[in-house]
T-cell receptor, first 118, second 109 residues
Framework: GAVVSQHPSRVICKSGTSVKIECRSL??????MFWYRQFPKQSLMLMATSNEGSKATYEQGVEKDKFLINHASLTLSTLTVTSAHPEDSSFYICSAIRGAGSLYNEQFFGPGTRLTVL | GENVEQHPSTLSVQEGDSAVIKCTYSDSASNYFPWYKQELGKGPQLIID?????GEKKDQRIAVTLNKTAKHFSLHITETQPEDSAVYFCASTGNQFYFGTGTSLTVIP
C-alpha cells in the first residue's frame, strides 16, 4: 500500500504556456501533500505544503502566483506552473502523508514529473 | 534555519563491501531522521528511518545509527550489491523538513 502517482511523467511545453501536474494517493487518504523541485544532481527543495480544503503554504522564495497548488480532495493535489519559462524546467516531485499528519510522519513520494520548457 | 550536511557526495565500493554515509544536523528540535534512495528519473523511496528515542535501527543489510548529542546520524549498508547503486538522501525533521545534499553510491561488480 501507500502508492503515490503523478501525471504526466514527462511534459514539454512552449514558453508562456501553463502546465498542470497531478499528484494522487492511490490507496490512502492524504490530508497533507508536499511539492518538491529537484535540479539535476541536486537535492530536493521543498516548494510548498498542500493541505486539503485550505490554501497551500509556500516556502520562502517560492512564488505562489507562479506555482498554483490546489488540494481539492483527500487523494488529489495539483500543481500548475503558470506562464512557464525555460528556467522553470525541472523535476517536480510530490509526496503524501497518510491521514492527517505532519512532516514527522513517513512521506510517500511520487515518481516525479520532468518538465521541459522550450 | 536547519542545515543538514551529508558526506560523502560520491562513494564507490566493491560489491560485497560496506558503505557508510553520514549526516549532521543543527536543529535540536529534530526528532525524525529518514533515509531515501533515489534511482535515476524516479522519486525517492524510504529505505529506513529512525526517531530520536532510538539509537540504532536495522533492517536486513541496512542500518541507521543516531547520536543526538553530537547531532549526527549515519546510514550503513553491508554486503553491497550493484542494485544498491543510487543516490541516497538523509533528511531531518525538526521545526521544518530538510533533505541532505545527497550521496551518489556506485557499487562496482
Amino acid at each position: 500500500g501507500a502508492v503515490v502517482s503523478q501525471h504526466p511523467s514527462r511534459v514539454i511545453c512552449k514558453s508562456g504556456t501553463s502546465v498542470k501536474i497531478e499528484c494522487r494517493s492511490l490507496d490512502f487518504q492524504a490530508t497533507t501533500m508536499f511539492w518538491y523541485r529537484q535540479f539535476p544532481k541536486q537535492s530536493l527543495m521543498l516548494m510548498a505544503t498542500s493541505n486539503e480544503g485550505s490554501k497551500a503554504t509556500y516556502e520562502q522564495g517560492v512564488e505562489k502566483d507562479k506555482f498554483l497548488i490546489n488540494h481539492a480532495s483527500l487523494t488529489l493535489s495539483t500543481l500548475t506552473v503558470t506562464s512557464a519559462h525555460p528556467e522553470d524546467s525541472s523535476f517536480y516531485i510530490c509526496s503524501a502523508i497518510r491521514g492527517a499528519g505532519s512532516l514527522y510522519n513517513e512521506q510517500f513520494f511520487g515518481p516525479g514529473t520532468r518538465l521541459t520548457v522550450l | 534555519g536547519e542545515n543538514v550536511e551529508q558526506h560523502p557526495s560520491t562513494l564507490s565500493v566493491q560489491e560485497g563491501d560496506s558503505a557508510v554515509i553520514k549526516c549532521t544536523y543543527s536543529d535540536s528540535a529534530s526528532n525524525y531522521f529518514p533515509w531515501y534512495k533515489q534511482e535515476l528519473g524516479k522519486g525517492p523511496q524510504l529505505i529506513i528511518d529512525i526517531r530520536s528515542n532510538v539509537g540504532e535501527k536495522k533492517d536486513q543489510r541496512i542500518a541507521v545509527t543516531l547520536n543526538k548529542t553530537a547531532k549526527h546520524f549515519s546510514l550503513h549498508i553491508t554486503e553491497t550489491q550493484p542494485e544498491d547503486s543510487a543516490v541516497y538522501f538523509c533528511a531531518s525533521t525538526g521545526n521544518q523538513f530538510y533533505f541532505g545534499t545527497g550521496t551518489s553510491l556506485t557499487v562496482i561488480p
